[in-house]
């Protein structure tokens, strides 16, 4: 009587040590399960797991177990024990079918009991290491995202970046950015995804919306389906389950939202995971700004890099250049010098060109890199450095009068039409090693109003010696005499000339 509980107890010590031993949980589950069994001689047995995060470890149980909630009145007996994460029921061990063999007695839901918190305890082991490497995951992104951004150059490849790892630590089905927009919502404006991200870049959030008054105050927002809660609003919401919706706020600045969607009947997020997502947001969103300032400090460094480059050229080699004009000039009033009249004047009239062209070179060095020029001036040095990649060499250009004061835009939008088509026209001859540009806003047309006059020659032929086509006028709308354009070869030595003029 005495001699069959030992082999029964001995082999349930067994059991517990292999479920102690294994590193795998569903493998150590698998153990108690089969042990559950074979210790109460039950036909089946399974782990019912309720608790929807632990759905990697659900439907565990040995052949013919009685998977319904209550069995049928033809089935054999069933004995259910809960297993227990600390105070936290999250599902149960049961067994069925011993036909034959009586019901379950105290001793069997005894074992069961051990065995069941046996299960919870290798559970909450495993939640503890699984949230260990959460940790270390969500740290580690953090971090790289962090030397990522610290390194790249757009802002765009910036958010994508802090899209797509969240993304990826997440387990989500996409990671996007939103902006706050002038009416007073959120449009999204970067998405990672495998599927079309494209086609969600441009949704947004409707003003007035609850989820935009936590947001835009700073508030995370976690939502169980993202189809069917009301407070979103988005053209895409429909494709979603649970979501998380995070503030980049950074030094009381918010930068934007970090949304981090999963497909509809997705696994919920868990606490861990919303703390460890949100913290990465903030950090994140510190990255952000710290990049952000760090492109402005290297583009502060390239505008004094310029401006002390244009300082030079004016202070040394403008004033040098004029200093040797001035000796020259002199020189030419000089007894004696009427034999070598011509070439000091040529060499004058070459040092004020050159004159010229340094201090379109200093003005060029004083608009923002990367930035579109504001007035004519800028804008037609950008068209001679456009036109200099296909010609080959740097046309020149120089300015007389106050051309971004005195044009205004209308004119100066023709005005820069008219140049794209000349320097199109020069560059299409393909035997042009000169060109040169002229903007006059200080001459008068020929009936005496203020103009500006567009002048562009070049070297070049058509073949006959002369040629061209004549840009479009431009001008008022006036009449045809207020604007006009004219080609032809004005030069010695052949070329092409071409006129533009408009009145002011």
Not at 128 to 148: H, K, M, S
Not at 245 to 257: C, D, E, H, N, V
């Amino acid at each position: 009587m005495t001699a069959q509980p030992a082999p029964r107890l001995t082999r349930l010590l067994e059991a517990l040590l292999g479920a102690g031993t294994d590193l795998d949980l569903r493998a150590v589950l698998r153990r108690i399960v089969d042990g559950a069994a074979e210790l109460t001689g039950a036909g089946g047995a399974a782990l019912v797991v309720t608790d929807p995060r632990e759905g990697g470890i659900a439907g565990i149980r040995t052949p013919d177990p009685d998977p319904g909630p209550e069995p049928a009145p033809q089935t054999a007996p069933l004995l259910r024990v809960p297993v227990h994460v600390r105070d936290e029921e999250i599902g149960e061990l049961r067994l069925t079918g011993r036909p034959g063999s009586g019901p379950f007695t105290a001793e069997d839901e005894q074992v069961l009991r051990v065995l069941a918190a046996q299960a919870g305890i290798s559970i909450g082991s495993a939640r503890l290491y699984e949230t260990a490497r959460q940790r270390e995951r969500w740290i580690e992104g953090a971090a790289a995202v962090t030397t990522a951004l610290l390194t790249e150059e757009g802002t765009d490849d910036a958010l994508t970046t802090v899209a797509e790892r969240a993304r990826m630590l997440a387990d989500a089905s996409a990671g996007v950015i939103l902006h706050p927009t002038a009416e007073g919502g959120m449009e999204i404006v970067t998405a990672s995804t495998p599927d079309d991200p494209d086609d969600m870049v441009g949704a947004t959030i409707a003003p007035g919306s609850p989820v935009l008054e936590q947001l835009l105050g700073g508030e995370p927002v976690f939502l169980d389906d993202s189809a069917t809660d009301p407070r979103m609003t988005t053209r895409v919401r429909h494709r979603f389950g649970p979501s998380m919706m995070l503030p980049l706020q950074a030094s009381g600045r918010l930068i934007g939202t970090l949304a981090l969607p999963r497909r509809r009947g997705g696994r919920p997020y868990t606490d861990v995971e919303r703390l460890l997502a949100t913290q990465f947001a903030s950090q994140a969103a510190l990255a952000l700004v710290l990049a952000d300032a760090r492109r402005g400090r290297e583009r502060l460094a390239v505008y004094e890099d310029r401006d002390r480059i244009a300082r030079d050229l004016h202070d040394l080699v403008v004033q040098r250049l004029f200093a040797t004009g001035m000796m020259l000039e002199s020189t030419r009033r000089r007894p004696g010098a009427r034999e070598v009249d011509d070439i000091l004047r040529q060499a004058v009239d070459e040092l004020r060109s050159t004159v010229r062209d340094v201090r379109t070179t200093i003005l060029a060095l004083q608009q923002p890199p990367a930035e579109p020029p504001t007035g004519l001036r800028g804008r037609v040095l950008r068209e001679t450095a456009a036109a200099a990649a296909r010609l080959g060499f740097a046309p020149s250009a120089r300015f007389l009068g106050a051309v971004d004061t005195r044009v205004p835009g209308p004119v100066a939008d023709r005005l820069i039409t008219a140049l794209r088509h000349a320097l199109a026209e020069a560059c299409a001859r393909g035997n042009v090693s000169r060109v040169e540009i002229a903007v006059d806003a200080a001459a008068p047309l020929a009936d005496g109003r203020a103009g500006v006059r567009l002048t562009v020659f070049d070297d070049g032929t058509d073949g006959d010696g002369a040629g061209g086509v004549a840009p479009e006028g431009g001008g008022t709308d006036e009449s045809a005499a207020d604007a006009g354009a004219g080609v032809g070869g004005g030069r010695p030595g052949g070329g092409t000339t071409v006129t533009w003029w408009s009145p002011l």
